[in-house]
């Protein structure tokens, strides 16, 4: 409450300094008319307030399995924004937040970042960003990231659909060992930590999506582009049937790509 009371204060005084510098003298109620304006400006320049729900897509799958490769290609064809969360933490890391040194810790060790932390940063990113379509790339990893997640977001707090790049573990390992991107976990102990993380902790939260009719399980091995190819077709099926019946897309989508994948 006192914080909300402090950040109304300082949001005042900014816009008075604002104002100050950028309108003449007024009467009473331009002035009035000019700060509620400013006000709403500064509000949301921080947290753009949309009409509908932004449109959530998780995006999961072990170590390896292709997420990060498949989000890029997924935000140049359909307009998603990425948020990674390894990335989002990676970055609390290199500013050297307060949290930075416990973050590199747990990545070290290939366990999972407090709950609270992530979502906060996931949280603030869908906030500040004017896209209406957003793929989180690596998150929720537990169930309880989940319900953390579902009780602290009150907009889009359950996503619209779920993707699980689905990787057999030899070839998720071969290719941690080969990123080369200079991370801290792409180590063989590491990588093992993780597996057992996202074999223990991870395939609960797939389970519960798919058993909600959410889940979107791609086969995760072949070239990127032979992958893309299924990927491609789950968010054109998407836009044709959101077109056709907006309130039975996503579960007629999953039956469809389903029965496509098996046939
Ligand atoms: N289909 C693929 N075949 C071979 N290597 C791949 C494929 N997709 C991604 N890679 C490579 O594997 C590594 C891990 O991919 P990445 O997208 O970072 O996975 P994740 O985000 O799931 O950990 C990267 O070096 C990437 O270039
Ligand atoms: O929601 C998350 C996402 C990531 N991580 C940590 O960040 C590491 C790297 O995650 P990232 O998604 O970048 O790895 P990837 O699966 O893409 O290799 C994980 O092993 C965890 O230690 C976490 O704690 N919570
Ligand atoms: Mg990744």
Known sequence: ????????SSLIRSSK???SNQIPPANGLQILEAFST???????????HREKPPFITFVLGGPGSGKGTQCLKIVETFGFSHLSAGDLLRKEISSNSENGAMILETIKEGNIVPSELTVK???REVESSENDKFLIDGFPRTEENRRT??????????????LFFDCPEEEMVKRVLSRNQGRVDDNIDTVKKRLENF??????????????????KIPAVGTEDEIFSRVR???TSLEVLSMLSPQFSIPIGVIWFTLTNLL
């Open 17 to 19: 300094a604002s104002l």
């Open 233 to 235: 077709k789950i968010f």
């Open 1 to 8: 409450m006192w914080r909300r009371v402090a950040r109304l």
């Open 199 to 216: 074999n223990a902790l991870n395939l609960p939260v797939i389970n519960y999506y798919s058993e909600k009719g959410k889940l979107y």
């Open 121 to 123: 940063l996931i949280q």
């Open 149 to 162: 997640y579902e009780r602290v977001v009150s907009v889009g707090a359950e996503p619209n659909i779920v």
């Open 38 to 48: 400013e006000i709403q400006k500064s509000a949301k320049g921080r947290n753009h």
